[in-house]
């Protein structure tokens, strides 16, 4: 089964920086348009930054030039390099990927897969 797995979040004060790490594991022939989503309490879910196969990125206007995406293919894994935070980049940051699997050696169209998210807070 696929999964995908957040981890760097946690408390930073404000000017701060975290690197977010989003690992895929499971039956992955192909892991394509990563993106990292946030949900801040009573908050909509927004955007944060997104990637393609290309390595084209797009950011929300929120990121303000502080945030970079980057992904290793070779490891299944995407990142948010985050510097210069604050108070506002508090929330919940989700990583999400379209994945193609293979099952019982078939290879199946691109579905997509969602971590269990990590929290950022952003506080002193």
């Known amino acids: 089964q696929v999964q995908l797995v957040e981890s760097g979040g946690g408390l930073v004060q404000p000017g701060g920086s975290l690197r977010l790490s989003c690992a895929a594991s499971g039956n992955i022939f192909y892991v394509d348009n990563w993106s990292w989503y946030r949900q801040a309490p009573g908050m909509q879910r927004e955007l944060v930054a997104a990637?393609?196969?290309?390595?084209?990125?797009k950011y929300a206007d929120s990121t303000e030039g502080r945030f970079t995406i980057s992904r290793d293919n070779v490891k299944n894994t995407m990142y948010l390099q985050m510097v210069r935070l604050k108070p506002q980049d508090t929330a919940v940051y989700y990583c999400?990927?379209?994945?193609?699997?293979?099952?019982?050696?078939?290879?199946?169209?691109?579905?997509?897969?969602w971590g269990q998210g990590t929290q950022v807070t952003v506080s002193s």
């Open positions: 999400t990927a379209q994945i193609s699997t293979i099952v019982d050696g078939l290879l199946g169209h691109p579905d997509d897969y």
């Open positions: 990637i393609n196969s290309a390595a084209d990125t």
